[in-house]
């Protein structure tokens, strides 16, 4: 099932801001379309958005 901005925030990093959360929920589905992998998915996810916030 796809993530949410809110669904991917309250589940895999609360500290986003709303507009981070749709970002990450959006690089997040893409990443698990391509391969299947949930926690690759998560962690690349969060992995880019917290680098866009540097």
């Known amino acids: 099932m796809p993530w949410t901005g809110e669904s991917f925030k309250s589940k895999h990093n609360k500290k986003l801001s709303a507009e981070q959360a749709r970002e990450a929920a959006k ?15 998560i962690k690349i996810a969060n992995y880019e958005v917290g680098k866009k916030k540097k």
Request: glycine share 6%.
């Open 27 to 41: 690089i997040a589905n893409a990443i698990l379309r391509d391969t299947g992998d949930e926690a690759k998915a």
